[in-house]
Nanobody, 121 residues
């Protein structure tokens, strides 16, 4: 499967962005989808994950209550709605696809190219 993330940009603190990740190739619905991010000088970290069919989702503590992950299998797309953004949310955001509902990057088999989110104070 190939993944293409989009929707990043520059936003002021307190603002919102919605990231999208479009998938092509094998049937999208078989995959667990995850969002991760990497800030300068930091390791890649888990942001959110959503199960097949969207019945379950999980979030990093740092984004819980502010971010929402969703998926539209008819459009082969997963979304990350980000509200109340903070400067510390600044990072390159990656979507990933895999077969395990997990927070660990190595559990995901396919990765998109990333989209940059910059939150100004």
């Amino acid at each position: 499967v190939q993944l293409q993330a989009s929707g990043g940009g520059l936003v002021q603190a307190g603002g919102s962005l919605r990231l999208s990740c479009a998938a092509s190739g094998r049937t999208f619905s078989v995959y667990v989808m995850g969002w991760f991010r990497k800030a300068p000088g930091k390791e890649r970290e888990f942001v959110a994950t959503i199960s097949r069919r969207g019945g379950n989702s999980d979030y990093a503590d740092s984004v819980k209550g502010r971010f929402t992950v969703s998926r539209d299998d008819a459009k082969n797309t997963v979304y990350l709605q980000m509200n109340s953004l903070k400067p510390e949310d600044t990072a390159v955001y990656f979507c990933a696809a895999g077969f395990f509902y997990d927070t660990i990057p190595s559990k995901y088999s396919y990765w998109g190219q990333g989209t940059l989110v910059t939150v100004s104070s």
